[in-house]
């Protein structure tokens, strides 16, 4: 049906926007200045980022992922150059830091399946980024609005841990199953 994009709330925009105004903090990041015939950097697609609690391993259990922040793709002529990561903050949310890496790309294919993949559904998904520290990996998540947590979906993005496709729907039990499942041992003979 739809692919919801929720707006991130008015001290994350602040907080973001005055990232992007800071020449010191674009320089430290690494970041290359941006170009003043394309234009400014500007923040897109925003995604609230949820971390999986450890040990979690079904839908139902997924569904109480905390929110820890926002993400928004930095563009610039139309394409993502960066992202600016925001936390939690007793404001509301305050700057963390700006990121590049394969996760850009990778972010932008997967909203663009996802909102493939649900056109056909009767479901309405909301689009969340999922974090997954002790996987060492990120999923778009595709949370079931109005039905239960077993419909909710994960996009796991590239590049994605040993065993999983990137860019592959899986629904979130799958996923979380195929995570939690202790792996075989690799022994060397000497």
């Known amino acids: 049906m739809t692919l919801q994009t929720p707006q991130p709330p008015p001290s994350a925009l602040r907080a973001v926007l005055a990232a992007l105004s800071s020449d010191t903090a674009l320089r430290g990041a690494g970041i290359a200045a941006p170009s003043s015939t394309a234009g400014p950097l ?3 697609h925003p995604l609230a980022v949820h971390q999986l609690p450890p040990g979690t391993a079904t839908a139902r259990a997924l569904a109480a992922a905390p929110r820890t922040g ?3 793709l ?6 993502v150059l960066a992202a600016a990561e925001l936390v939690k903050s007793s404001e509301g949310h305050s700057f963390a830091h700006f990121t590049a890496g394969p996760y850009l790309d990778s972010t932008v294919r997967a909203l663009e399946l996802a909102r493939q993949l649900v056109q056909p559904s009767h479901t309405t998904y909301r689009a969340r980024l999922l974090s997954m520290p002790n996987h060492y990996a990120t999923a778009l ?8 947590p077993a419909a909710d ?3 796991p ?7 999983v496709a990137a860019h592959h729907a899986y629904p979130a039990e799958e996923l979380l199953a195929r995570l939690t499942r202790p792996r075989a041992r690799v022994t060397a003979f000497a």
């Not at 930095?74 to 394409?79: E, P, S």
């Not at 993005?157 to 065993?163: F, K, Q, T, V, Y």
């Open 42 to 44: 500007l923040p897109a």
């Open 70 to 72: 926002w993400r928004f």
């Open 74 to 79: 930095l563009q610039q002529g139309g394409l």
């Open 141 to 148: 998540w595709l949370h079931a609005v109005e039905a239960d």
């Open 153 to 155: 979906l994960l996009l």
């Open 157 to 163: 993005l590239a590049p994605a841990p040993l065993g």
